[in-house]
């Protein structure tokens, strides 16, 4: 494991997304899953699992929750977390399984209850989630997506991805007023937000994406 998580040093502040997941396939990892916001890549071993998103909001909040709540063992382990050129971000976590559906809603029930044996997992969530919805007003529940709980070798459930941003309302805010999104997220940390895999929703309408790339460079401007 040690010796796949060397590739990290591989890696500058100055590259990005693209580079980051070519820098990892060609260590031998593999594409195991793609979503409209990441790539995930299967290390060698099968131990190891690396996120990789051109942009992700949520990320910071997301990587505070696997620290935060590891003591739970109800969270994905995570061996590091790398912050790429653009805002795009890295994560490595251990590898996990599907879990069956049904057992993801009685686990995100047993959340919203705050049972006995999510307790402190619940504590945590809503902590985090606080801090996310203050800072970001496109981020204000728990994403109950049961592909968002998973399952170790041994049975364990653990909550891998629970926090997001609601990607309508914050693209779609591109068209009636860009200044929210260019006063709450610097420049700097979205220069790749228009290049998600969206595996899941589908590719942007080409004439709109151009008008979300104009209105954002023109809100910008007008901060600026």
């Known amino acids: 494991m040690t010796d796949e998580l060397s590739i990290l040093g591989a890696l500058t502040a100055k590259d990005g997304h693209v580079t980051a997941e070519a820098l990892f396939t060609s260590h ?58 653009g805002g795009a971000v890295l994560t490595v976590m251990e590898h996990l399984l599907p879990a069956e559906p049904d ?54 459930l653990v909550l891998t991805d629970p926090f997001f941003a609601d990607g309508k309302t914050l693209y779609g805010s591109l068209f009636t007023d860009a200044s929210v999104v260019a006063r709450i997220i610097p420049a700097a940390r979205r220069r790749h937000m228009f290049e998600l895999p969206l595996a899941e929703s589908g590719p942007w309408d080409p004439v709109g994406l151009e008008r979300m790339r104009a209105s954002l460079a023109a809100a910008d401007a007008r901060l600026s």
């Not at 190891?48 to 942009?55: D, E, N, Y």
């Not at 910071?60 to 969270?75: D, I, K, S």
């Not at 606080?130 to 399952?151: G, I, K, T, Y």
């Open 28 to 85: 031998g990892w593999k594409r195991c899953g793609v979503g409209d916001w990441a790539v995930a890549l299967r290390s060698p071993s099968g131990d190891l699992a690396v996120r990789i998103s051109p942009f992700d909001p949520v990320a910071t909040y997301t990587v505070r929750l696997f620290r935060e709540a590891a003591g739970t063992g109800q969270v994905p382990v995570l061996h590091a977390h790398r912050e790429l050129e």
């Open 103 to 156: 057992q993801a809603a009685l686990f995100f029930r047993a959340l919203a209850e705050s049972t006995p044996e999510v307790a402190s997992l619940a504590e945590v969530i809503a902590r985090v989630l606080a801090d996310a919805h203050e800072e970001l007003p496109w981020c204000d529940r728990l994403d109950s997506n049961p592909a968002n709980v998973m399952r170790r070798a041994d049975g364990r």
